[in-house]
């Protein structure tokens, strides 16, 4: 029997070890079991990604779904996730979401993902109730499914949330790289729309990403770079394999940090749109959109690592814009679940408004806030030594960092030290080790911090 263990981030595994229709089956009914006793005749909908087996397999646990006495609804199409949270979300009787993608893992690994009835993730308490359910066998249990398009109405929520006449006014020229995944042909048709004139490349979906990572950094942007050169375009955009996160290509086709993204967007909210409101990140998130909130007088908080923490949030009904450390983008306002679409319209909307390309205005923003260099970092553990960091990090209080005494010593979700300077370190506990995030006014700085941070899981 093979051991699945189902998360608050859902369930993922190799292709070729474990991600099987017998897998995603106990899955499924597990989820039946789970949703069944209280909300019989309720609606489940059911997206898929461009991954292989995707579409099937969405068929089958609709299947199974229904064997519960759930109404479960299949896409007609490819679906980004933005889109299936959004879906379940306008829908009254919906009780949930499951999205069968690994998001921007490569073609190698397949996944699933569950929302709930508000469109936002599901919490650590329900997927223990499943992940306890599961059973060591799967079900023959069959119902019938129907199917519906859930993305033609996402994309004119989102065109009908844009300033389509400013950015028509602009003559933007806009190239758009959906890395054969759940975006292609949706976005480039949106930005069109829009009225932008588009060059789509990987816009043909292929369950294997022709050999591409569908993932928004270096080296994978390379062509999307490459063709904002070639055709001169004001910018590009590049989403990952189910158009949750999004990545940034300046008019000299390079990569805009996914750091200075949020700010520009939370400026673009507060300057051109008129709007307040909280904003949220996680600890291990840019300095920069504190600095951003604060420069704007907003509210901030912080939050620990995960969107279960952010999605606690909304529930305070105030947040306007949050973001974590990967850069992705939530607007509540339009949907609890992070969107690289509704982040790439918003970001359109903001160029189309200035007469600066995108690369001046993340200068700008610099000017503003102030530079930080972000850094990263991760040590590898056996599994007991893991477990010793996990239980030791809540006791850890460094009395200096780098000769310099913190500040401010944070033990939500690890082990945060924020510097006089604006530098910080943050160490968190992995399940194969412990991960590293750092920011400081210099590169160098970054990195040693990161050193530091990695000398105190040696010690």
Not at 227 to 248: M, P, Q, T, W, Y
Request: one cysteine or more.
């Amino acid at each position: 029997m093979y051991d699945i263990r189902f998360g608050a981030n859902g369930w993922r595994a190799r292709i070729d070890d474990g991600f099987n229709e017998e897998n995603v089956v106990r899955i499924a009914d597990a989820l039946g079991r789970t949703w069944a006793p209280r909300n019989e005749g309720y609606t489940v909908l059911v997206g898929y990604d461009t991954r292989r087996d995707s579409k099937r397999l969405a068929v089958v646990v609709g299947q199974v779904l229904a064997a519960h006495g759930m109404r479960a609804v299949v896409s007609d199409r490819v679906c980004p996730t933005p889109a299936l949270s959004w879906a379940v979300a306008q829908d009254p009787l919906c009780i949930a979401g499951v999205m069968l993608t690994a998001s921007r893992m490569p073609h190698e690994y397949g996944g699933i993902l569950v929302r709930q009835d508000d469109g936002g993730p599901m919490s650590s308490m329900f997927a223990s109730s499943v992940d306890q359910a599961i059973a060591a066998e799967s079900t023959d249990l069959r119902g019938e499914v129907t199917y519906d398009d859930f993305v033609t109405p996402y994309l004119r929520a989102i065109e009908e949330q844009a300033d389509c006449s400013l950015i028509a006014s602009a003559g933007l020229r806009v190239v758009v790289d959906p890395m054969y995944g759940a975006g292609c042909g949706y976005i480039a048709e949106l930005f069109k729309r829009m009225g932008c004139e588009v060059i789509e490349v990987h816009g043909t979906p292929h369950s294997d990403f022709r050999g591409l990572h569908p993932d928004v950094h270096e080296p994978w942007v390379d062509d999307c770079e490459r063709a904002v050169i070639e055709h001169k375009a004001s910018l590009g955009f590049a989403f990952d394999g189910d158009c949750d996160r999004f990545g940034v290509i300046d008019d000299a086709g390079r990569l805009v940090s996914p750091h200075d993204l949020a700010p520009l967007v939370l400026e673009h909210l507060v300057r051109q749109r008129g709007l307040r409101g909280r904003v949220v990140a996680t600890q291990a998130t840019s300095a920069r959109i504190a600095r951003q909130a604060e420069r704007f007088d907003l509210d901030f908080t912080m939050v620990p690592r995960g969107s279960e923490s952010i999605y606690r949030e909304y529930a305070e009904g105030d947040v306007l814009l949050a973001t974590d450390e990967s850069g992705c983008i939530s607007v509540p306002a339009f949907a609890y679940q992070r969107d690289g679409i509704l982040g790439a319209a918003m970001l359109l909307e903001l160029i189309a408004g200035s007469s600066d390309s995108v690369r001046d205005l993340v200068h700008q923003c610099e000017d503003e806030i102030g530079n930080m260099e972000y850094a990263v970092g991760k040590v590898n553990l056996d599994f007991g030594a893991a477990q010793r960091l996990r239980n030791l990090l809540p006791g850890m209080n460094p009395p200096e960092v780098l000769g310099e005494e913190p500040v401010s010593v944070s033990h939500a979700g690890g082990l945060r030290l924020e510097l006089p300077d604006g530098a910080w370190v943050f160490l968190t506990p992995s399940t194969a080790g412990a991960r590293m995030a750092a920011e400081a006014p210099t590169a160098s700085r970054a990195r040693e911090l990161i050193g530091f941070a990695s000398s105190l899981v040696d010690s």
